[in-house]
């Protein structure tokens, strides 16, 4: 599975503090080798759908504080994780 991050994700990981982007990057290798289902069923991510303006999305717990807010496309066959934010929890 590919993992995509958006130009706005790319800057908020250059912000972020070192152990949020060595679990993000520990996430994102997850996804990539052992797929979308093995990493959901990690409890410490808590993987789980949004709601209202961010119907469709889904997110996972970096920290107490930070989130990575992704969408899963689709085109045929392959899958692709496109992540959308890497922030604060503010949603």
């Known amino acids: 599975m590919e993992v995509q991050l958006s130009k706005a994700a790319r800057k908020q990981l250059a912000k972020v503090p070192q152990h949020i982007v060595r679990k993000f990057a520990l996430w994102r290798d997850l996804v990539r080798f052992e797929g979308l289902a093995a990493a959901r069923a990690i409890p410490g991510f808590r993987d789980h759908p949004l709601h209202a303006d961010?119907?469709?999305?889904r997110a996972v717990r970096l920290s107490d504080a930070y989130r990575a807010i992704y969408i899963v496309h689709s085109a045929g066959s392959v899958e692709t994780v496109y992540v959308e934010e890497v922030n604060k929890h503010d949603y």
């Open 54 to 57: 961010w119907r469709g999305h």
